[in-house]
């Protein structure tokens, strides 16, 4: 089954995420290829290259730069990975990098309408 970790992470003023160097990304990186789970994943660009759209009831499309929300979490990325089960994926989840110092994994099941 596929699941989506999306990562939330603190990051610091350099834009680094709290608590995780490069190196720990690219080691949790490399150990999800080599254990043959990883479906996709990316790393998203500063929060400040982000748009935010809206569309009204009259159709009419509302562009602004954004998110800005008064936060310690930031959207840093994703992984798809594919493994068994719900318990598997929560395992990952808990050695990705971005998990600690006050960050945080959501783990979602891709949905599958075959």
């Known amino acids: 089954m596929k699941y989506l970790l999306l990562i939330n992470a603190s990051p610091t003023p350099s834009g680094e995420v709290e608590g995780c160097t490069p190196a720990d990304w690219m080691a949790f990186d490399q150990e999800v290829r ?9 790393s998203l660009a500063d929060l400040v290259t982000a748009t935010v ?3 009204d009831a009259a159709g009419h499309r509302t562009v602004t730069d ?3 929300a008064e936060t310690r979490e930031v959207l840093g990325g994703f992984y798809v990975i594919d493994v068994p089960d719900l318990d598997v994926a929560l ?3 808990a050695r ?3 998990s600690r110092d006050g960050g945080n994994i959501v783990v979602r ?3 599958d309408f075959d």
């Open 109 to 111: 099941p891709i949905a």
């Open 53 to 55: 759209v809206k569309v």
């Open 34 to 42: 080599d254990a043959g789970i990883m479906v996709s994943g990316e």
């Open 96 to 98: 990705c990098p971005g």
């Open 66 to 68: 954004g998110p800005f």
């Open 91 to 93: 395992d990952w989840a």
